[in-house]
């Protein structure tokens, strides 16, 4: 092989490779799953794709998965409401959360922890596991601001 050959495979290659990175970095990223809060959509294990970038054209919607960290961990749950979504609460048969006609079933200390907030504060989510029953989120620790929020997760 040429002199000249090597050099431009090689440019080539490191191109290649720095696009890569930056792809990593800014744009996508597939990352595993620890836990079964999210199941049966994501089962512990599952490697998931994450859209890094959405959010930082948009909001977060409610019905999206998303990426975060809490307390230095990446989390994976469901938004299941953005700032201003109107947030009922009820004792009549166990503790609840109303959301948009979804019923979300609340511990005695999630529902004094939660029970006078009427809707989602300003530039907040409410961010739960679909598997609420072994789920620590939004009920436990409040709302996540959306700032917080890494990326979306697009499939698995």
């Known amino acids: 092989m040429k002199k000249k050959t090597k050099i431009v495979f090689s440019i080539y ?6 696009c ?16 079964t809060s999210m199941e049966p959509l994501i089962k512990n294990n599952d490697s998931v794709l994450v859209c890094k970038f959405i959010y930082h054209i948009r909001k977060p919607r409610a019905g999206e998965i998303v990426i975060y960290k809490h307390k230095g961990n990446l989390v994976v749950k469901r938004c299941v409401a953005t700032e201003f979504t109107p947030l009922e609460f009820s004792q009549d048969s166990g503790y609840t959360l109303d959301v948009a006609g979804r019923k979300i079933p609340l511990t005695e200390y999630q529902f004094h922890k939660l029970n006078g907030v009427q809707q989602v504060p300003e530039n907040t989510v409410l961010l739960i596991g679909d ?3 072994n789920s620590v989120d939004s009920r436990d620790y409040g709302f996540v601001s959306a700032n917080e929020i ?7």
Do not use: E, P
Request: charged share 15%; glycine share 12%.
């Open 13 to 18: 290659i490191l191109a290649g490779i720095l």
């Open 20 to 35: 890569g990175i930056l792809i990593k970095l800014f744009l996508f990223d597939v990352l595993k799953v620890h836990g």
């Open 131 to 133: 598997n609420v029953s």
């Open 150 to 156: 890494l990326g979306k997760v697009l499939s698995r």
